[in-house]
């Protein structure tokens, strides 16, 4: 892939100046994030780190990452409806890892007593990666899809003017007109939108469910404003408020503080650290409600990697998407190797593999929000001490993504401006809302590029790794 800005990385003057544009650039248009050391204040900001310069991203690919979001969004639907699927797919995982085990409890508990919700929003990011086969060629790779708190939609929304401010001080507005406009926030929030009105109160409120420590704020006041836009009523509350101030009443609408709410929009929820026993019981009380969660526990089930390794079984995607051979073939041709560490036969041998050629590999747990991947002579370790225990079936193995690096500038705050050899992952936002058996809104809602140094194998921007970026297609 050819580096469109060789000729500006060896310049260095203009480098410097562009770097100083570019962080003033980013605080005018709103990519900001608050403070590690005041996160939930706003009278301390600064910007969320960025690339200085577009990074390439072959156009074909991009195609196709969009081309077969929708075709995701309907698999992962499939799923969330599919209760045997689930039970059956995540048997092993749930009797070796307790979170997945108490969501499983909660999504049974609640369909034992009849689901109340009749809307269903599902918002989610699937993320690839730009693998380098044998002959150099580029293949698009998915690593995995986010199905609970995507993030990023808010402040990608904003970086492409970013960088087409820095490219035309480079003296290359041409390039700066070739940067594609970006609005996942707003996408996000028609989703969630549509889901209001489905709904049915006009007086009913839509409530982000946040953490306790909120630096990425701005990011979902990106998506806030958006429904402010519309004259939707938006509250933020954490599951502690939850607990003490929600409520149900008999028809099984969620009250919060006397106001009855239609969506709840978790940014939060999604690792084991987010909860204490408080919190579970808030979150049973929210997935007995009948207001539209996004996602519902069986839309975050569907988002685990024990899950996404059970999709690359043959015959798994026909039988979950039945009649739909194109979206198949279109999923397929995305999938990375993917393996089960289950107890038996078939699980040992793939152990003793990785063991043996560890740099081939990722060891995934059933965690989101980055930084939990396991590499090299880290994962080798790992997998030896549980290569004879049923622990091992809490992770899956998938093969190692190879991308080719190309030379860029990461902008953070207090950080030495100093060139990197960087790689780039490509999501892809998709949002759907589904009445009773009718899919009412299916769209790839935008994208979101992210890029890091190569010294780090994994973790996203929330972890403090990757940064914000902006694709320029070649």
């Given at each position: 892939?050819?580096?469109?800005?060789?000729?500006?990385?060896?310049?260095?003057?203009?480098?410097?100046?562009?770097?100083?544009?570019?962080?003033?650039?980013?605080?005018?248009?709103?990519?900001?994030?608050?403070?590690?050391?005041?996160?939930?204040?706003?009278?301390?900001?600064?910007?969320?780190?960025?690339?200085?310069?577009?990074s390439a991203v072959p156009s074909a690919l991009f195609e196709q990452a969009y081309a077969v979001q929708q075709d995701f969004n309907l698999l992962v639907d499939a799923i969330s409806q599919n209760k045997e699927f689930l039970e059956h797919t995540l048997a092993s995982t749930i009797k070796v890892d307790d979170f997945t085990a108490r969501l499983f409890r909660i999504h049974m508990q609640v369909m034992e007593?009849?689901?109340?919700?009749?809307?269903?929003?599902?918002?989610?990011?699937?993320?690839?990666?730009?693998?380098?086969?044998?002959?150099?060629?580029?293949?698009?790779?998915?690593?995995?899809i986010n199905t609970i708190a995507a993030s990023f939609g808010g402040l990608t929304s904003r970086t492409a003017a970013v960088h087409g401010r820095v490219l035309k001080v480079l003296g290359k507005s041409k390039e700066a007109s070739h940067l594609l406009p970006n609005n996942p926030s707003k996408g996000l929030a028609l989703g969630i939108a549509k889901a209001w009105e489905l709904y049915g109160s006009q007086s009913a409120v839509v409530m982000f469910l946040v953490e306790e420590i909120q630096r990425n704020i701005f990011d979902q006041r990106c998506v806030e404003n958006e429904l402010w836009n519309r004259n939707i009523r938006v509250i933020r509350k954490r599951?502690?408020?939850?607990?003490?101030?929600?409520?149900?009443d008999d028809a099984k609408r969620l009250y919060m503080d006397g106001q009855e709410v239609a969506v709840v929009y978790y940014r939060e929820g999604y690792v084991p650290t987010n909860y204490d026993q408080q919190n579970w019981e808030a979150r049973l009380l929210l997935e007995r409600s009948r207001a539209v969660k996004c996602p519902d526990i069986a839309t975050q089930l569907a988002g685990t990697k024990k899950v996404q390794q059970e999709l690359s079984r043959p015959g798994t995607l026909e039988?979950?998407?039945?009649?739909?051979?194109?979206?198949?073939?279109?999923?397929?041709?995305?999938?990375?190797?993917l393996y089960s560490l289950d107890m038996g036969e078939?699980?040992?041998?793939?152990?003793?593999?990785?063991?043996?050629?560890?740099?081939?590999?990722?060891?995934?747990?059933?965690?989101?929000?980055?930084?939990?991947?396991?590499?090299?002579?880290?994962?080798?370790?790992?997998?030896?001490?549980?290569?004879?225990?049923?622990?091992?079936?809490?992770?899956?193995?998938?093969?190692?993504i190879k991308p080719q690096p190309a030379m860029n500038y990461l902008l953070r705050a207090h950080s030495p401006l100093q060139v990197s050899e960087c790689i780039s992952e490509l999501g892809i936002f998709g949002v759907y809302v589904r009445q009773g058996k009718e899919m009412v809104m299916n769209e790839a809602a935008g994208h979101l590029l992210r890029t890091k140094a190569i010294e780090h194998a994994d973790g996203g921007v929330a972890a403090g790794v990757a940064v914000l970026d902006t694709p320029y297609l070649v």
């Amino acid at each position: 892939m050819a580096a469109p800005w060789a000729d500006v990385l060896r310049n260095e003057p203009a480098i410097q100046e562009a770097a100083s544009v570019a962080v003033d650039a980013a605080l005018l248009e709103g990519v900001l994030m608050r403070t590690a050391g005041e996160p939930n204040a706003s009278d301390v900001v600064n910007y969320a780190p960025f690339t200085l310069l577009p990074s390439a991203v072959p156009s074909a690919l991009f195609e196709q990452a969009y081309a077969v979001q929708q075709d995701f969004n309907l698999l992962v639907d499939a799923i969330s409806q599919n209760k045997e699927f689930l039970e059956h797919t995540l048997a092993s995982t749930i009797k070796v890892d307790d979170f997945t085990a108490r969501l499983f409890r909660i999504h049974m508990q609640v369909m034992e007593e009849g689901l109340a919700q009749s809307v269903f929003l599902g918002i989610n990011r699937s993320d690839y990666m730009f693998d380098c086969g044998v002959d150099g060629t580029p293949a698009l790779k998915q690593i995995e899809i986010n199905t609970i708190a995507a993030s990023f939609g808010g402040l990608t929304s904003r970086t492409a003017a970013v960088h087409g401010r820095v490219l035309k001080v480079l003296g290359k507005s041409k390039e700066a007109s070739h940067l594609l406009p970006n609005n996942p926030s707003k996408g996000l929030a028609l989703g969630i939108a549509k889901a209001w009105e489905l709904y049915g109160s006009q007086s009913a409120v839509v409530m982000f469910l946040v953490e306790e420590i909120q630096r990425n704020i701005f990011d979902q006041r990106c998506v806030e404003n958006e429904l402010w836009n519309r004259n939707i009523r938006v509250i933020r509350k954490r599951f502690r408020d939850v607990f003490e101030k929600g409520s149900l009443d008999d028809a099984k609408r969620l009250y919060m503080d006397g106001q009855e709410v239609a969506v709840v929009y978790y940014r939060e929820g999604y690792v084991p650290t987010n909860y204490d026993q408080q919190n579970w019981e808030a979150r049973l009380l929210l997935e007995r409600s009948r207001a539209v969660k996004c996602p519902d526990i069986a839309t975050q089930l569907a988002g685990t990697k024990k899950v996404q390794q059970e999709l690359s079984r043959p015959g798994t995607l026909e039988r979950l998407l039945p009649g739909r051979a194109e979206a198949v073939a279109r999923i397929r041709a995305t999938f990375a190797g993917l393996y089960s560490l289950d107890m038996g036969e078939e699980g040992d041998k793939i152990a003793a593999t990785a063991i043996a050629d560890p740099d081939r590999f990722v060891l995934k747990p059933q965690r989101e929000g980055g930084g939990n991947n396991l590499y090299g002579e880290e994962l080798r370790q790992v997998l030896e001490k549980i290569r004879d225990s049923p622990e091992r079936t809490s992770y899956i193995l998938m093969d190692k993504i190879k991308p080719q690096p190309a030379m860029n500038y990461l902008l953070r705050a207090h950080s030495p401006l100093q060139v990197s050899e960087c790689i780039s992952e490509l999501g892809i936002f998709g949002v759907y809302v589904r009445q009773g058996k009718e899919m009412v809104m299916n769209e790839a809602a935008g994208h979101l590029l992210r890029t890091k140094a190569i010294e780090h194998a994994d973790g996203g921007v929330a972890a403090g790794v990757a940064v914000l970026d902006t694709p320029y297609l070649v």
